[in-house]
Structures are given as structure tokens and as C-alpha cells.
């Protein structure tokens, strides 16, 4: 069965901290996405990359980085953060062999 | 890409046939209709793609009207673990396209015993 694992399903952080947030697929897919999902307004693409250290920006790339170094791994990278993004963090994949995408459970976020 | 509408919310009961109808008038000739699945605190899950006509597979069924501004999910005998939010996507997101897909709001699919 096909698998994207995101390490924490919670996590508290506090205000100033630099936060890695890992995905891991095992489909072999070109792309990762991360989305953040918040009550209200729905899942945002926050970044994307089809290829090894490749990225895109989403629509709220603000105060986010990505690292892309394996084609399996897509790393989301909060430099210092706020309490703004105090969030559900959900990392998915898809590859050019299928139609769907394939979610994390994702990461709930609290930023104190 | 293409805005979709969605009802909020809608109830059923167990084992009932639930329609969920999603507007999207301005569509364009490459966009597919996706439809996903989400419970509380998961990831959406996948549960059918098409581009015109019926499409069926074990988990649902997608109607799509030949103007293609509408789609319609058919969940056949749903059951209480058939409650979460369901999305309606539209976008080119043929043959696992790297470009980005836009959620809306949902809907949030109650089945009640």
C-alpha cells in the first residue's frame, strides 16, 4: 500500500524556533507538496517540487522554506516561527503514473 | 483554476444512496473533477477521478453532464464511518501533474443511524 509518512503528528514549538517538519514517500513519486489546512480556509499549497532539489512556491510560501535532496524526502522548514503557523501541516505526492494524490495524516503544529 | 461550489453540509442516514453535486462553470477543456475523502485529523484520501460521462469504481461513483459544469458523487449505501468532509477538485491534475490543486471548502457529509 502506498505511503506518505510525516514524522510528528504533534508538535509544540515556541515562538523564535527554527521547525523541520519530514515527509517520506515510498512510491517513488516526482512530486511532494506541502499544504497547510487551517479551520475556514481550507488546504493552501504552501510549496511543491517535482524533481530533486527542485521547489516552486504555493500560494503562502511566507516564513516557509523547503529542501528537496532526496527524490523520497520533501523537508518543510519553518526559519523562526510564529504563532501565525499554528497549523495542521499535511505533506502529499503524486507521480506522473496515477491520477490521485497520496496525503501524510499530517502534523498538527502549535507554535506557543 | 476553476472555483467550485459545494454544498456546506448535508445529513443521511445509514444505507441510504448520498448525491453530493459540485458546480464549476468555468472548466476548462484540460481540467479533471477529483474528488477526495477526509476524516478529522488525516490527510485527504483519493476517491475518484474523471473527465466526462460516469466514472464507477469500488468506493463511488461520478456522474458528469456532457457541458461538463457540474458533477455529481454517488456514494451507494453509505454507512456511519462514511461521515467526514468530502472535497471537489478541478484542475489538470491528469496523469499526476505537478500543478497544484485548490481545495474549497467541502462538504461535510453526516450519516446518521
Known amino acids: 500500500d502506498v505511503k506518505v509518512t510525516q514524522s510528528s503528528r504533534y508538535l509544540v514549538k515556541r515562538t523564535g524556533e527554527k521547525v523541520f517538519l519530514e515527509c517520506v514517500q515510498d512510491?517513488?513519486?516526482?512530486?511532494m507538496f506541502w499544504y497547510r489546512q487551517d479551520p475556514g480556509l481550507g488546504l493552501r499549497l504552501i510549496y511543491f517540487?517535482?524533481?530533486?532539489?527542485?521547489?516552486e512556491k504555493g500560494d503562502i510560501p511566507e516564513g516557509y522554506s523547503v529542501s528537496r535532496e532526496k527524490k523520497e524526502r520533501f523537508s518543510l522548514i519553518l526559519e523562526s516561527a510564529s504563532t501565525n503557523q499554528t497549523s495542521m501541516y499535511l505533506c502529499?505526492?503524486?507521480?506522473?503514473?496515477?491520477?490521485?494524490?497520496?496525503f501524510g495524516s499530517g502534523t498538527r503544529l502549535t507554535v506557543v | 483554476l476553476a472555483k467550485t461550489t459545494q454544498p456546506i453540509s448535508m445529513d443521511s442516514y445509514e444505507g441510504q444512496e448520498v448525491n453530493i453535486t459540485c458546480s464549476h462553470n468555468?472548466?476548462?477543456?484540460?481540467?479533471?473533477i477529483t474528488w477526495y475523502q477526509q476524516f478529522p485529523s488525516q490527510g485527504p484520501r483519493f476517491i475518484i477521478q474523471?473527465?466526462?460521462t460516469k466514472v464507477t469504481n469500488e468506493v463511488a461513483s461520478l456522474f458528469i453532464p456532457a457541458d461538463r459544469k457540474s458533477s455529481t458523487l454517488s456514494l451507494p449505501r453509505v454507512s456511519l464511518s462514511d461521515t467526514a468532509v468530502y472535497y471537489c477538485?478541478?484542475?489538470?491534475?491528469?496523469?499526476?501533474?505537478?500543478?497544484?490543486?485548490?481545495f474549497g471548502s467541502g462538504t461535510q457529509l453526516t450519516v446518521l443511524p
Open positions: 502529499a505526492s503524486n507521480s506522473i503514473a496515477n491520477y490521485g494524490y497520496t
Open positions: 512510491m517513488d513519486h516526482e512530486n
Open positions: 517540487s517535482y524533481d530533486v532539489k527542485m521547489k
Open positions: 468555468n472548466i476548462a477543456t484540460n481540467d479533471y
Open positions: 474523471g473527465y466526462k
Open positions: 477538485l478541478v484542475g489538470a491534475s491528469e496523469r499526476g501533474s505537478a500543478r497544484q490543486l485548490t
